[in-house]
């Protein structure tokens, strides 16, 4: 199940609440070379905001970790430890959700820790690692649950994010590759008599059709001049399309025949929106705009598949 994978609308609710703790540890933005905003960091440590970090961060790791464990481990027999390669499962559009919720899961643990003034490279060492460490404990728990196994493919993908978010900080102080993550329930879903979810809702958490992953790069950071709005960025997505099960598509669900379908991947080119380089005042529409920037707002694209065709979508989600 994607839900247990991925925690991306969790982490928005979590973006709000992560930063916008005591309002003494906030400042107006700075300002960069191409005039976008920086966030400000406060050059002494706020304790009182530390504290409130240090204690968000660990009732969501430890409430994550309690839910998951009741909710998709409760009813699985308990195995001895095992190994589970899925590297070729879903197209990697399972890696490609790992790498995004490690990378986004750092950059607010990153983030937040600047906020309260946690020096740059201590931030960088417990808030980078945040999105690794966050989901080493599900690749164990997989690991000692009938039906998964421990996957180094997911491990690898988990480091990926963090290490991209972590990189970028460390070389640049800022992120100029975002990786983002959007969905539309696919036509498969009315296809597979529920084996993809009944609902759009449920479709977000099983139907792997409907996401789309991205990378999203701010255009006057990659050519190096305030050439446009240094809040417009350039996107390059990634998604695949009819799949009905993990490594091969199943035949029947339910007593119902699901149509036989060709897997393929698709590859997209799109604009979108950094929405952390608009300035602003406030603190909620700061905490705001960083939640929003886990996901890729709708834009035209420019859409090419592994079947050698060609669409063109005036929006894309």
Not at 32 to 48: C, E, I, V
Not at 159 to 188: H, N
Not at 210 to 232: C, E, M, Q
Not at 240 to 251: P, Q, T, V
Request: contains cysteine; charged residues 15%; proline residues 5%.
């Amino acid at each position: 199940m994607i839900v247990k994978r991925n925690f991306l609308i969790i982490l928005l609710l979590c973006s709000l609440f992560l930063t916008n703790g005591p309002r003494a540890i906030y400042g107006c933005p700075a300002t960069s070379l191409f005039g976008a905003p920086r966030p400000h960091y406060p050059d002494t440590l706020n304790r009182k905001g530390l504290m409130w970090v240090a204690g968000s961060h660990a009732a969501i790791y430890t409430g994550s970790l309690l839910y998951l464990n009741h909710i998709w481990y409760k009813d699985r027999a308990r195995v001895p430890f095992h190994f589970y390669n899925d590297n070729a499962g879903y197209l990697q559009i399972d890696k490609f959700g790992h790498a995004t919720t490690a990378f986004v899961e750092s950059k607010l643990s990153y983030y937040s820790l600047r906020k309260v003034g946690v020096p740059k490279t201590r931030a960088l060492i417990a808030g980078g690692m945040m999105g690794f460490m966050m989901q080493l404990p599900i690749e164990i728990f997989d690991g000692l649950n009938e039906g998964w196994g421990f996957s180094w493919g997911d491990v690898a993908a988990n480091t990926f994010g963090s290490a991209l978010m972590a990189s970028q900080e460390y070389f640049f102080d800022d992120q100029i590759v975002l990786m983002k993550f959007s969905f539309w329930p696919s036509p498969y879903q009315d296809m597979a008599n529920g084996y993809l979810g009944n609902t759009p809702l449920e479709g977000l958490s099983d139907d792997y059709n409907g996401h789309t992953y991205w990378f999203s790069g701010n255009i006057n950071r990659i050519l190096n001049r305030p050439a446009l709005p240094h809040w417009l960025n350039l996107a390059v997505g990634y998604s695949a399309g009819g799949m009905f099960g993990e490594f091969e598509n199943i035949n029947q669900y339910n007593g119902v025949t699901i149509p036989e379908t060709q897997r393929y991947r698709q590859f997209f080119l799109s604009l979108d929106v950094d929405w952390t380089k608009i300035p602003t005042n406030s603190l909620f529409l700061e905490a705001l705009f960083r939640g929003l920037n886990i996901i890729k707002i709708p834009f035209p694209a420019i859409q090419y598949n592994n079947k050698g065709e060609f669409h063109g979508h005036w929006l894309y989600f």
